[in-house]
Every structure is written in C-alpha cells, then in structure tokens.
C-alpha cells in the first residue's frame, strides 16, 4: 500500500494544506520519505461534519454489525502485513517482535470489543414496567439504555504506535460505543499511522457504514489538536501523552461553550513498595526483576516503574546494589523520537544536578550518543516529601529509590503520592499486615495494585483499569485499556410510556437482543 | 427539635463564623426566627478534613451497614415529624400534601439506594483469573471493582427542600457510594436542612460511624460555596440549581490543582412536541394536560414544560386556544422565595418585550402581588430559531408555543435545541413514523424521552434518568435520580494477583457477598 502523506477524511484521501513534515527514523537519524501534509481548518472541519452526519446512522446499526466491523478493521490490519510492521519498526525504533506483540494486542482488543458488543451488558438494558395500580400515583413504563455520547477525537500515542494509536484502545472502545472517530495521527510516526488508516477505511466502506465514521488528520503542531478539540461536533477526547499535552486539552475542552468530557492518561511514577519481609528474603532477585521492568522498551512505557519505596537498611542496601550493577551493564536504547530522546536526558540531568538525589548507576551509553541511557538514582523519604522535583516523571528507563527510616514514614510518602496509574507491593506472608494498611491509601491514589510482579504489562482483559486519580488521567472513573473502556463513550437515556415499535431492541418486551436486562432492579436474561 | 442555626460539623454544632441571616416565609413576607450563622473558613476546613478522614473507614464498611444506615437516616426524618413539615411550608411557601409526598420521595430513595447496596451490581465485580499456561505470555489474575471517589460537596436545591436537598438524591446517592458528605444547605430553606442534617448525625452517632461522614454547613453568600469545592479534600460535586451558579462551580472545579467532576443539574426547557394526529384528536385534552404540567408546584420544577411545538394551523389554534382560556382562569401562587418570584417576573417581562413573542394568556394575578403569575407565549418557529432569547429558561409557571410550518421545520428547531432534560411526544398511531424521525435528534439532545405524559414527575427508579447533555447538566453521563446516580461517585480500581486474604469481598473467590460477578467477561451469582 502506497503512503502518501494525506489526511484521510471518511472516504476521500486529501492533501492537508498546511505545513509539510517528514517522519524521523531514530535508530538510522534520518527523516523518512515521503513528506506528510498538516491538515488545515478545511480538513478539520470536513472530518468532524462527515463525523456529526455519521453518527445517528452509525449508532442505529446494530450491535453485530458494529461487531463485525471492528473484526473487519482487525482483519485488514493484518492484511497489510510484513509493510505495517517495518514502517513502525522505521518511525519508532522499537523491534520487530515487541511490534508484532503489539499488532497482535491491536487486533486483539479489537476483536475483544466485538465480543463485549455482542455480550451486550455495555447497554444497561433496564426495565421498570409500568405499575398502573400503584398508590397513591401509578407508575409510568421507564426502561433506561446507553448511547454513544458523538462523535470522538483520538489523540495517537507516540509510545504504541499501534496499540494506543489510530486502531488503539481509544479508537475501539468509542467505535463500539456508537461514535464516530477522528484520529489526530501523532507525528513521530504518520506513516504507521496512514497505513492504519487506510486499513479502517476499507473497513468503513467495506461494511457499507456511512464514511464520516472514521478519519485520520495527519500533522505538526498544537494547532492541529486544539482546533479539533474545539470542534462543535467533537463530543469526547482521548488522549495519551504528556502532562502538559493532556492539561492543554482539558483546557481548551473546559472553554468550549459545550464543555466536553476528556479522558487523558498523562503520567505516572507507578511506586514499586518493597515489603520488608520480601526484601529481606529476595532483595536480589527483585532487582533484577526491577532492572528488566526498568529497561522494557527503554523505559518508555506510561507504567514504568519510576519509583522504589523501602526501609532503609541491610536489605535496601543488598537490592541498591544489585540493581545498579545490573543497571552498569545494560546498553543505551534508542529512544521513541528525538524530543522524547531530549526530554529524556534533561529529565535525568535534573536528577543529576538535584542536591538531594544521589546517581547510583548508569547503563552503558552508546558510542555515537543519542540514545537512552539507563539511570538509578536514590534519595531519602525526607528529601522527597519536600522536593517535589523528586516526584516528577522521567520518561524512559530512570528510577528513583527511596529508603524511608520506618513504617510510618513509607505510609506518609504513599500518602502523599500524586494520583499514579499503578502501585505495586513486593511482599511475603509476614508483609501482609503492613500491605493491608497500604492498601487503602493506595486505593485512593492509583487505577491498578499489583503485588509481587512489575506494572509494565498491561493486560487487555474485563478486569484491566488502566486509569487512576489526577494527574495519572484527566478522568479517574473510567479506563484507557480493557472492556470498560466503552463506557467512557457513553451515557444514559430513558424512555418513558414508549410504544414497543419505537423502543430500541435491547429494552423490547421480548428481549429480541438476548442480553442482560435489569428487570425491576433484578437483573435478567 | 431545636433550630438553632448552627453549621454540623461531624458531631458538633457550631455557630459560624460568617453572616447572619434569616430564613423567609414568601407567603406571609415575613422573615422567620431564630437567626442562622454562616459558616466561615474554620467551619468548612473541619467539615473537610473530617470528611477526609472519614472516607477510608466508611468506604470500608460492609454495604449492608450502610444500607442500615440510609434506612436509619429516613427513620430519623419520618421521626422528626410535623415539625419538619411545618417548617418547609413556612420557608418554600409549597402546600403540605406536596412537602409530604416530598418527604415520602426522600425516605423512599434512601431506602432504595438500601436496596442497591445489598444487590451489589454497583460494585461492578469482575474476575478474570489468572491462566498461567496461556502462549506466549501468562495471564496474572486480575480483579476490578468500584470504590468511592472521596467525599463530596452536595448542594441543596431551593425547589426541592426534602427531596433534591440535605439527604437528597446526591446525598443518598454519594452516602451509598461510600463517600463522606458535605452539604451546603440552601439558604431559602435553612431551618428545615438543620433538621434534616440532625436526623442524618443523629444516624451517624448511632451506626458508630466516624462522625466526618456527613457536616452541613449553613450560610449566605457564594463564597461559602466556592470554598467548599475548592477545598483539597473534596472529590465530587452535586448541584441542583441555575445555569449560572452550575457554571460558576464548574469553572471553580476545573482551576484546582486538581480538578474535580461536578454534576450539576443547571436548566432546561423540557420541549413537548404535538404530533399532528395526537394533536388533531384530542388537542383540548392535551391542553389541559399542559396547564396542568406548566401549574403544578407554581411551575417550580426543573421538568417543566417551557416549550410546545407544534404544526401550525387549526389544530394549533384549537390547543392554543383552550391552553390560553385554562390558564387564564388559574391563580398566581406563591413562589419558593423571593429571588425565585423576581428571576420570574423577569423572566415574563423579558418574553412580553420580545418583538417575536405574543402573550396568549396570563392567569390572574394576586390582589397583594408578589406571586407567580402564570403566563403563556407563542411564536413562530423561524423567530424560534433565530432569537436565541426565546430559548432561555424562565423558571416558573411560563411557557412558549411554537409553531412550525412543516414536520421539515419542526425537525430543524429539535435539532437546534440546545441539551435538555426531557423531550415529550404527544402522538398517536399514525404519528408513529414522525416519532421514529424525531427520536435519534431527540435522544442527542436530551435525558428522558416521553410519550403521552408530560414530563413534570420523576420517578425514583432503575430506569429512571434525570440529567441531559450540556446545559441541561454539566455531564450528560450521569443521573441525579434513580439508582443510577450512585456510579457518579465511583470510580474502577483494579487488583492483580493480590492475596485472596488482602482481596476486597465483593472481588473475593466464592463470593461471599453473593452478588453478581463477572467472570472472564460472563455474569455469575
């Protein structure tokens, strides 16, 4: 399939008339033909007008035809086979095998929406039957279902260009509510993304599904984004990426004169709480299983372990060590994009330069430079409850570990952590007690509590949260990753004293849908 | 009981700091002793911090112990007897029969929520083992439930001093979701949210609760307001009231370090479509219906029918007609307060002098003045969808009717309608293929679509939903009535391979709450 650097808006493929960029190859340090065109107000306003007429008709098809289409995107993603997988190797840096693992979790997710529309529970089919005997005032007929809240701009990922990208969690998750979507391709790489694109388009039209369902800009800038954000159509935000890209959209959604719900996951630290039975009976085996956590796609994941709380002591000290040699011998990584590359270094020379961090390890740099170089820092609990520049994330593989002088003071620190998207507790039997006075304070601070593993791996499943208290996201009641996700697209409606020829299927007498109906409160099938 | 126009702090009565004020009787015009004190900064700081203290031990109490104590909650307000009615008829001027009934709606809901507690579908369990033979890589075993967001600031609304008010749908709603409770009573109702906040302590007391599960802070002025939202402990936001006072906390929410969700329910003019058959058969009959909706409760309600669209021609002429002579035979009525009756008089005055408007009919006014005097407008649907002023909310016993010149015009002004929380469509058989058109622009634009009823009564119920997209609400996601408001004041976490010992029950192998979970994506009991 040819790249051809144009937006894709519904069924045609424009030319954006503004600025012309070239995606970047970090590993060779070479722009990549061919040049992409930014797209302009023109092609911002066609895709969110075709996505506003697409979206009743959309919303109206059925659940199963929703299904098929997001088997169908899977489908032809697939199809573009050996092609996806060496432009993202290209645009990204990342190996062949961690992006086909990532291809297989896109496909998988959605072919996991399929199965959750098909299910049928996202709707809350509910029934109050009418009550026309009741006392002192009957009761009417109410039945309740959920509808797509309209149309959805997604923001791609730079660190999954697949996964959290064009056909990504977000992308699946408002297709499977009923919404439309307008993807902003993030520019580190605009040609996974076209490729993508392409991919859903067909599907689209394959499908027969009316074009406005699905476009992709392409583009440079903040302009582009917040002009779309902007959009009256536009009706929710997704979003992935930093802080200070996802306060930018809160803002501009917050100022719309029909404010609009954005969900943005935005950053996180992820403490990794060292138990002091577990450290004392493993402390070198959880620094390897740290340093491999660490360095996973050089650090460049929204859950890397970015934090290590532990008593200080005998223990802590057996793991310090171990961890940074273990840290000293592992190569520098090429990084994502150069400014993740630049961020990444200023981020470490911060850390470098404060005078309460103290650097215990570095990876080995490569010979020409430009690479992430892992990094592993300590500080004291007293230190980090004043310095709130020890609290910052560092994107990429650099860690920070705490020795807090007792109990006490760890409880304090997690108290006083920022909202994160996980925490992780490292514990033996003899941890218990301690782990269960953690926890609640953890509850209140994070999306997901891991024990006895690391937070990189996100599983794409029912259960999976990946969200969490501000400013890990914008938005703690809902999930970028697993089923949930869908409801962040939706909202409620009732109907009241309906005829049954005008009610939507899935709260019909009969249950012609077969799906879970909540039934005076009870649920029923 | 005795009013003592204290703020109740967690356990304590406190005379607040700030101003003095008196509650108001409208119907005898006259203020009402004994004084109130508001709250000052000292008093909402405690509130808070008692409140966030409270949330850990509460949210981690069994949801049968906080269904006992909702059913505790409406016991103590059925307990403080007349003296509770008799004080809300004296400061909101509304009949007994209605602040009964009231009365019967807010015990009512408290004990549903009960009953939502004990079925413990809101927990949301859901379980997907782990499979540890899974290729290539294991599943860990992941489990999600909800818990609370963290206390919250509820906001008493002026028409509803029982239901929408100290224990109202907020307060049950956030109380059932294990969050702590902070109300700001509302200033037209004081003395009867002093007793209703006794009754709530009193059943704090007695379940052994930490008393920061519920203060009220009484006071004038909207600095009491703003600082309540703005204090770091506060989570989440119920309001009931005006555009601008929902706007104001909005954008109060937004600018804090961390932002929180606000749920206000703000204005809405609830349109009543008359299908042309339904109109041609019975349009007397729908007429009266009407006046006796736009009457009910001096057209106090936030459902109230403040638009009627309609076909123009004789059938029209028919239902204007009989409308105009009904409601010119109907009494003006005393109004909530003071400020209410003036925003009303206002209100009429702005549509008398609108060049667009015509004044069908006015009821008869007072000999005293100082009521609400109920009034009836028309214009036509091209001024309707040019003079964004005749869409503007007149909250009171006011209404517009518009007439279309074809069913083309009447989809157009639906489309152009800004968020609602109702739609009504009065139609017959053969209006069926029109409501089919209408319902996909309705469902967009509003909460609650009826058929052949009027939209003032809101049932408290599963299916019930009592909120819209934008202005309607701040957050069309969720309801302020019905069961469904409990899941506003929660948010998912989830659990990996945690202990089953350190587990919350609900997400527990064997079930021991006996509640429904979802088990690799299936629902179980």
């Known amino acids: ?44 306003d066609c895709a969110c007008e075709l996505a506003r007429i697409a979206f009743d008709p959309y919303r109206a098809t059925d659940p199963e035809t929703r299904a098929r289409f997001l088997e169908s995107i899977a489908h032809h ?27 297989g979790r896109t496909v998988g997710q959605l072919r996991l929406f399929a199965e959750v529309l098909r299910e049928g529970s996202w709707q809350e089919a509910r029934i109050d039957p009418a009550l026309p005997e009741r006392q002192p005032l009957p009761r009417v007929d109410l039945r309740l279902r959920m509808i797509g809240l309209g149309p959805v701009a997604v923001f791609g990922a730079s660190n999954f ?3 959290f990208s064009v056909a990504g969690g977000d992308t699946a998750a408002a297709l499977a509510a009923g919404c439309p979507v307008v993807v902003k391709a993030h520019p580190a790489h605009p040609g996974t993304s076209e490729l993508v694109g392409r991919a859903i388009q067909r599907a689209v039209a394959e499908a027969g599904l009316p074009e406005g369902v699905f476009s992709l800009l392409t583009g440079v800038g903040n302009q582009l984004g917040a002009e779309l954000v902007r959009h009256p159509a536009i ?22 004169p029909q404010p609009i719900p954005v969900y943005a996951e935005m950053s996180s630290i992820n403490p990794v709480f060292l138990l002091p039975h577990a450290l004392a009976e493993k402390a070198e085996a959880l620094a390897a299983g740290f340093v491999d956590s660490l360095l996973l796609g050089v650090g460049q994941f929204c859950t890397n372990p970015g934090l290590v709380l532990a008593l200080a002591g005998p223990d802590l000290e057996r793991f310090s060590a171990t961890a940074a040699e273990q840290l000293a011998q592992r190569h520098a990584g090429t990084m994502l994009s150069a400014g993740i590359q630049r961020a990444y270094e200023q981020g470490v020379g911060r850390l470098a330069g404060n005078r309460h961090a103290r650097q215990l390890s ?29 609290s910052e994330e560092v994107f990429g593989p650099a860690s920070l570990l705490i020795a807090c002088k007792d109990v006490a003071q760890m409880h304090e620190v997690a108290e006083r952590l920022e909202g994160q998207l996980t925490a992780t507790l490292q514990m033996s039997d003899g941890d218990h007690a301690l782990a269960r006075d953690l926890l609640p304070v953890l509850e209140r601070k994070v999306g997901r509590i891991l024990a006895n593993g690391f937070p990189t791996g996100v599983e794409v499943s029912y259960s999976m949260v990946h969200g969490g208290p501000f400013p890990a996201t914008s938005d703690s009641r809902g999930t970028s990753v697993g089923t949930a996700a869908i409801q962040r697209f939706l ?35």
């Open 1 to 44: 399939m040819n790249i051809t650097g144009e937006s894709l808006i519904g069924a045609s493929c424009i030319k954006g008339a503004g600025a012309d960029f070239f995606a970047f190859d970090p590993a060779a340090g070479k722009d990549l033909e061919p040049a992409f065109h930014t797209a302009g107000k023109a092609e911002i």
């Open 77 to 103: 993603i697939i199809e573009l086979g050996d092609q996806l997988i060496e432009r993202a190797m290209q645009e990204s840096g990342l190996p062949r095998a961690r992006l086909e693992g990532e291809r």
């Open 161 to 163: 260009p697949l996964a």
């Open 235 to 256: 009706q929710a935000v997704g979003f992935t990426g930093s802080r200070q890209g996802g306060l930018a959209l809160m803002a501009v959604a917050a100022a719309r």
């Open 362 to 390: 570095h990876g080995i740099a490569s010979e020409t430079g430009g690479k992430g170089v892992p990094a592993l820092f300590s500080a004291g609990a007293e230190d980090f409850l004043t310095d709130p520049q020890l």
């Open 491 to 525: 909202r409620p409606v009732s109907y009241q004293n309906l005829p049954q020829t005008l009610l939507p299927a899935a709260i019909q007498d009969g249950n012609p849908l077969a799906i879970w109906q909540r039934i005076n409160g009870q649920l029923k099938k």
